[in-house]
């Protein structure tokens, strides 16, 4: 157990990281993700506030549907990337991550204030409830055998009511693994019993250590290692997740940076064996720092290390070598496209 965003968080359980990240891989994992934080917003100008909050759209998401974006400051740093559901014309539930909730919660009460009250108001139910991560290819078979409601025919990116023995859940198909699964908001009083009866149903606890490697695995980014608020969506690669078209609060730096370039890009590397790259370790070209890692580790699922990191824009094509400053040692490491892994397709 280490602290973490003020949380006590487990690292791992008995079975260890690599027996952790094997069964979300191939069949079911689980994580206790109440640490994240959790937010309504609602009110007849909650749409309009979080269009004017968000890098994505509010006002073009169908009830019924959830989307990831950011939240930016009006430099373009990314305060937090979050995904954010639909539940009504006029009501939305937000997840920010966790030691960034504080920072968030008052970043909108000062918009709500500025620009939107009355007319939007924010609940923080972070401590009322608890938010459960069902992970793996084996967790859409499993899910129906759980809830007393079908959900294995949601869409990915879609939410829908269900009761687990009783409980009522909010459950997303959404997750932060690179696999298939879904992600359950259950009252407080509830959260232990859901918990027990995923795990009886034969899903593998999951601490942070694997949940690290499973989103590095598949290149999701992490707020304050990838993203942070000096560093914007474009030069993260996250452009697919920004509006162009319309305003909001940092739209202006992003749109000048997508039609000027910036000067570095998020790219990915790897390096045979398990010396991983680590956070801080700086990337080299001809003996020049050109870029720093942001995360890395070994992959047991691709039985390489990889890592992420930036670079000088010139030095992202995929395929390029660069070198890697391992505390004084100086390695080989091959830039790769993102994400390392993609689930595969399974019927």
Known sequence: MVPFGGWDMPVQYPAGILAEVHAVRNATGIFDVSHMGRLYLSGPKATEFLDWVLTGSAASLRVGRARYCMICNEKGGVIDDTIFYRLAEDRYLLIPNAGNRPAVVAWFQRWIGEKFSPGCIMEDVTDTTGLIAFQGPGAVNAIDKIADTPLSEMRPFSWAEATIQGAPVLVGRTGYTGEDGFEMLVQGEDVVKVWQILA????????????????????????GHEIDEVTTPIEAGLDRFVRFDKEYVGSDVLKGQQDNGVERKLVGITLPGRSAPRAGYNILHEGETIGTVTSGSFSPTLDTSIGMGYVLERYVEPGAALDLDIRGRTVQVTVTELPFYKRPRRT
């Open 200 to 223: 009886d149903s034969g899903a593998t606890p999951c601490g942070l250590g694997a949940r690290d490697v499973l989103r590095l695995e598949a290149g999701l980014p992490l707020h």
